[in-house]
């Protein structure tokens, strides 16, 4: 059974790094996408990036660059890095496997940018 | 980015009676590879969503077969047969045709 399993700082202040990684039990990386989606009452659900287990990855243009998805087969791992955060940042924070996410997804992570 | 506008935004709903949600697009879905890729979630509090329908009708492995799913283009239905006490929570359509980004409709928060 597939499960992800994701970790990360919930608490950040502006300007900071948000990094937040998710690991990968039974089942493999390779020959899928893995995928960040986030959630918030503004915006709903927003894509944010997603990457293939050859390291190629695609990014929400909104994120203006922000964003960096990096995947570590080695540990069955993916994480995300967003830098400069700012209040609209605060969300759920999901992985989740497939470009277009089907069963497997991760438990959530509440991320919270504040002063 | 491909806009997705779901109604109705509340839809009250009484057990055991059919549903439905639309979902329309600003532009056609249709992928030159021949699919459409619009596909419908359902969320619970506190739980990720989970796909339900892909590619406008074919359903998820464990899904009931009350949800189907219809439409083309630009015009998009989710149909529930009959309400069940389990199918209240938000649903949501969302596009993977012409990515990135991803985008997803605003969803419909069921209510029984």
């Known amino acids: 059974q597939v499960q992800l399993q994701q970790w990360g700082a919930g608490l950040l202040k502006p300007s900071e790094t948000l990094s937040l990684s998710c690991d990968v039990y039974?089942?493999?990386?390779?020959?899928?996408?893995w995928t960040w989606i986030r959630q918030s009452p503004e915006k709903g659900l927003e894509y944010i990036g997603e990457?293939?287990?050859?390291?190629?990855?695609y990014y929400n243009p909104s994120l203006k660059s922000r964003a960096t998805i990096s995947i570590d087969t080695s540990k069955k791992r993916f994480s995300l890095k967003l830098t400069s955060v700012t209040v609209a940042d605060t969300a759920v924070y999901y992985c989740?496997?497939?470009?277009?996410?089907?069963?497997?997804w991760g438990q959530g992570t509440p991320v919270t940018v504040s002063s | 980015d491909v806009v997705l506008t779901q109604s109705p935004l509340f839809l009250p709903v009484t057990l055991g009676e059919p549903a439905s949600i639309s979902c329309r697009s600003n532009?056609?879905?249709?992928?030159?590879?021949?699919?459409?890729?619009l596909n419908w979630f359902h969320q619970r509090p506190g739980q990720p969503p989970r796909r339900l329908i892909y590619?406008?009708?074919n359903r998820d492995s464990g899904v009931p077969d009350r949800f189907s799913g219809s439409g083309s283009g630009t015009d998009f239905t989710l149909k529930i047969n009959r309400v069940e006490a389990e199918d209240a929570g938000v649903f949501y359509c969302?596009?993977?045709?012409?990515?990135?980004?991803?985008?997803f409709g605003g969803g419909t928060k069921v209510e029984i």
């Open positions: 039974g089942g493999s990386l390779i020959n899928f996408h």
């Open positions: 590619k406008v009708s």
């Open positions: 989740a496997r497939g470009r277009i996410p089907g069963r497997y």
């Open positions: 969302m596009q993977g045709s012409y990515w990135p980004p991803l985008t």
């Open positions: 990457i293939n287990y050859n390291g190629t990855s």
């Open positions: 532009q056609s879905l249709d992928h030159p590879d021949g699919n459409t890729y």
